[in-house]
Each structure stands twice: as structure tokens, then as C-alpha cells.
């Protein structure tokens, strides 16, 4: 079973910038994908990036040019570069990762973020 912690969230002004980590730990085996999440009150829980094994990366569109994704596959890693952070990116923040085979997922306890106006 992998444990996932992440850290980094705290509360911001809007146009600032925060650095989200999560370190998985565990029966590590084969990690492939590795994700953000990230939950509003009220709303549905979001996918904001990904980055597979191999590097490739996704972003939603309401955060592309303003979060990068990257994983430190040494630490069993991932982090979340956030720039230009708007009031409407407050939410806690969560990691994915799957990993296994087959293929499993493993979820962290989240971390928050506030971004004030």
C-alpha cells in the first residue's frame, strides 16, 4: 500500500505563488501517472495536472500558464508550481498517484489553499 503526504498549501494573495509537494511512500512499485486534484466547497472534485513516467504532461485549461506539473521519480515525488494565483484557484489540493500492477491508485490527504483578492 503507498501512503501519500502531501505539503505546501497555505494562504496567499492573489498574483502570488505556491509550491505543492507530495511524497509517496510505501509497497512502492511502478509508479506510472501522477496527479492533481484539487476540491472547492460545493463543487466536484477537479483534475488540474498530470504527468506521466515518461514526462508528458496535461493541465486544465483554467491553469495552463500558470501551474507546471513535475515529478522526482528518485524521491517517488510530485510537485505543483503555482504563479499567478487567483482567488478562484482556492481549494484543497490533492495528489494522485497509480502505480502497480495492476494498476492501483492511491490518494493523499490534501492539503489547502487560499488565494485572497
Known amino acids: 500500500q503507498v501512503q501519500l503526504v502531501e505539503s505546501g498549501g497555505g494562504l496567499v494573495q492573489a498574483g502570488g505563488s505556491l509550491r505543492l509537494s507530495c511524497a509517496a511512500s510505501?509497497?512502492?512499485?511502478?509508479?506510472?501517472?501522477m496527479y492533481w486534484y484539487r476540491q472547492a466547497p460545493g463543487k466536484q472534485r477537479e483534475l488540474v495536472a498530470g504527468?506521466?513516467?515518461?514526462?508528458?504532461?496535461n493541465y486544465a485549461d483554467s491553469v495552463k500558464g500558470r501551474f507546471t506539473i513535475s515529478r522526482d521519480n528518485a524521491k517517488n515525488a510530485v510537485y505543483l508550481q503555482m504563479n499567478s494565483l487567483k482567488p478562484e484557484d482556492t481549494a484543497g489540493y490533492y495528489c494522485?498517484?497509480?502505480?502497480?500492477?495492476?494498476?492501483?491508485?492511491?490518494w493523499g490527504q490534501g492539503t489547502q489553499v487560499t488565494v485572497s483578492s
Open positions: 504527468i506521466t513516467s515518461d514526462g508528458d504532461t
Open positions: 510505501g509497497s512502492i512499485y511502478g509508479i506510472n501517472a
Open positions: 494522485n498517484v497509480i502505480y502497480g500492477v495492476p494498476l492501483r491508485a492511491s
